[in-house]
């Protein structure tokens, strides 16, 4: 095997081994509508996400006025949490989900109003 050849092969084999371990996570920055359904009580609040890798930053807006969220992303897997105070208490929600295309949806806890399932849809621009 020549040098040559074997630089290529070498350097085709990194690009495979670099290839199959880096998924890059699906792309979420945006305004997105949502909708939460818990054990007592519904909601409709927008999303806004600011995308940097893995990391999610950005705001949720509810019926309690906006509030900061944080958050990861990896492959189609999103988590965040927000905090707010609502009626006087302090409260704070923790999504779990997935993300396929425009649409994502998962599972959600917020301590004092329980478990429950939520889903968001891209807003159109």
């Not at 020549?2 to 990194?14: D, M, R, Y």
């Not at 609040?45 to 509810?62: A, H, N």
């Not at 409260?91 to 959600?108: A, I, N, P, R, Y």
């Amino acid at each position: 095997m020549t040098k040559v050849a074997k630089t290529l092969l070498f350097v085709l084999t990194l690009a495979s081994a670099a290839s199959l371990g880096a998924y890059e996570p699906v792309k979420v920055d945006g305004k997105w509508n949502a909708s939460l359904q818990l054990d007592a009580i519904t909601g409709h609040p927008v999303l806004t996400f600011k995308q940097d890798g893995e990391k999610l930053t950005g705001t949720y807006e509810g019926r309690y006025g906006q509030s900061e969220l944080k958050g990861l992303i990896k492959d189609n897997k999103i988590q965040f949490a927000v905090a707010f105070v609502a009626e006087g208490t302090q409260v704070q929600g923790v999504f779990l989900g997935t993300v396929e295309g425009d649409k994502m949806s998962g599972d959600v806890s917020f301590e004092g109003a329980g478990d429950g399932t939520w889903s968001a849809a891209r807003a159109k621009e």
